[in-house]
């Protein structure tokens, strides 16, 4: 047994490089998806907030791609390949904490087995990127404060820390809040005596300090973020809808990876049933930092359409749990197994995940419908959001190139949309390469950043003329938007992409002539 628990450090190592070799040759191979190459954006125009989220995603990518100096895809997605590395690491270390090195194994194999950690912020860039890196750093922190004398100079500085590791979630995203509601709840009902340490509410400062800029802004900004994400849980506006339940329970499940979340259901039931040795201080804070997260947004579910990845961090302390659970099990048997028959189903479901998807986005194994119709092909393949932006670039150029030599349309006129997807591809993939610009014209609630984004590329101008590209996963004639701003709307061409030899999706380019008006400003 011991000479396992030696050999586990160097097995993390491979661990490690394997997870983010791997990860590093996806985010360079893949496409940007809808929302990865909008939060370009945030890089592109750094703020102290957004539309849609604090800043901390902006910068990231900012700092792993030398300031966009190096802006291809795999740079763009650095920081997830990263900072999953760093992840994995830390919740070996709280395992190790909690029990053992095997605890701590089983906690690295279980989270590199979670879609939500080795995809959606091991190789996708999200605010969950570093709003996870965040979130396991305090968990660890908080572990550390829990072994240490409330009175000395090192628990000061371990709160301080956390204080600091917590404002920095908040700057990633909102709801990295929930790990002061967790900590708050469990002193409440467990260590009333921290109540008296000076330094817990300095700490709780110093994480609010750090948000204050998000909150400037949204001041200065009439609360637009704060109202946008209000809007999206508000559970007056609509009744029960048991649908967006389900699959939101499903999602966490598949996101969670299902081997994992059954593990923790399993180290959940083996806790009410004091069958689960760990210090029951630790476990009531893993609870009250994980749970309530998980529990809230299934409860939103039930009136509103949610997001499984939202509830994703929360899993990461239940994981542990998991883990600990697995190590008990093992651990009553003749030999202890570095890769248990339920880890092993685990990761190769990841690589099932994984290798499926990937083989949908590239070659497109589950075919269109072919009864759609010419404008509308593909419009339920929503792979396609990372493909073909590459072939749309080099089509749409030829096009642009042969009127701009017909004199029809100059090579200052820029590209414009009503929506931030598809136009943040169509900026990146399109208006990039080409030393184009892209505009939103359109309503702030589908603008988001690109309403800004206009003043900051001096505007629109009346007179000018402008391209409009939509395409078959979301046609939309620009008549049926643009039909009072422009003076004509002429179609130009229609662009088709290939994946697998076959038609993929189709592209249609139109001109739009002499914008008559400006929108209102906001």
Not at 313 to 335: C, F, I, N, R, V
């Amino acid at each position: 047994m011991r000479s396992k628990l030696q050999s586990i450090p160097m097995k993390l190592w491979l661990l490690l490089l394997l997870s983010a070799a791997i990860r590093l040759l996806l985010s360079a191979w893949l496409e940007l998806s809808n929302d990865e190459v909008y939060y370009w954006t945030y890089a592109l125009y750094p703020d102290w907030s957004h539309y849609d989220h604090p800043p901390m995603v902006g910068w990231f990518i900012r700092f792993f791609s030398f300031s966009l100096q190096w802006d291809q895809e795999v740079f763009i997605r650095l920081a997830s390949v990263v900072c999953m590395t760093f992840n994995t690491y830390f919740i070996y270390k709280i395992g190790c904490q909690l029990r053992n090195e095997m605890a701590g194994w089983y906690a690295a194999l279980l989270y590199t087995a979670s879609v939500y950690a080795f995809v959606i912020t091991g190789i996708l860039i999200l605010p969950d990127t570093p709003q996870t890196l965040f979130w396991i750093l305090s968990l660890w922190l908080m572990i550390q404060l829990l072994q240490t004398e409330a009175n000395s100079l090192r628990f000061r500085k371990k709160m301080l820390w956390l204080g600091l590791s917590i404002g920095l979630g908040m700057l990633s995203k909102y709801t990295a809040v929930f790990l002061w509601v967790g900590l708050a709840m469990y002193v409440l009902l467990y260590q009333r005596n921290w109540l008296r340490q000076p330094v817990l509410y300095v700490s709780v400062f110093l994480s609010f300090l750090i948000f204050s800029p998000v909150l400037f802004w949204n001041i200065t900004h009439q609360f637009i973020s704060f109202s946008f994400h209000g809007d999206r849980i508000n559970i007056f506006e609509s009744g029960l809808r048991f649908t967006s339940f389900f699959q939101e329970l499903a999602g966490q499940f598949l996101y969670n990876n299902p081997v994992n979340v059954i593990l923790i259901i399993l180290s959940l039931v083996a806790i009410a049933k004091k069958k689960l040795v760990l210090r029951s201080d630790m476990r009531r804070l893993i609870i009250w930092t994980s749970l309530p997260m998980i529990g809230l947004f299934l409860f939103f579910s039930l009136f509103r359409f949610t997001l499984p990845h939202w509830s994703g961090p929360a899993y990461s302390g239940l994981l542990l749990l998991a883990a600990l659970w697995l190590t008990e099990s093992q651990s009553q048997k003749k030999t202890s197994l570095l890769f248990p028959s339920s880890i092993s189903v685990s990761l190769f479901l990841l690589i099932a995940v994984l290798a499926g998807g990937i083989a949908q986005i590239k070659y497109g194994i589950f075919p269109s419908d072919k009864n759609e119709s010419y404008h509308r092909i593909s419009r339920h393949d929503v792979s396609l959001d990372m493909y073909g932006w590459k072939q749309l670039e080099g089509s749409f150029k030829t096009i642009r190139e042969k009127h701009i030599a017909l004199g029809d349309m100059d090579e200052s006129d820029a590209i414009i949309g009503e929506n931030w997807f598809p136009l943040a591809h169509l900026d990146y993939y399109v208006a990039r390469p080409l030393h184009m610009q892209v505009f939103g014209l359109g309503p702030l609630h589908k603008l988001h950043k690109y309403h800004w984004i206009n003043e900051l590329r001096g505007g629109l101008q009346i007179g000018r003329n402008y391209w409009y590209i939509t395409n078959s996963r979301d046609y939309k004639h620009p008549a049926e938007i643009y039909q009072d701003w422009f003076k004509e709307i002429v179609p130009v061409d229609t662009i088709e992409i290939y994946r697998a030899q076959q038609p993929a999706k189709r592209f249609f380019v139109f001109q739009l002539y002499e914008l008559q008006k400006l929108p209102d400003p906001f």
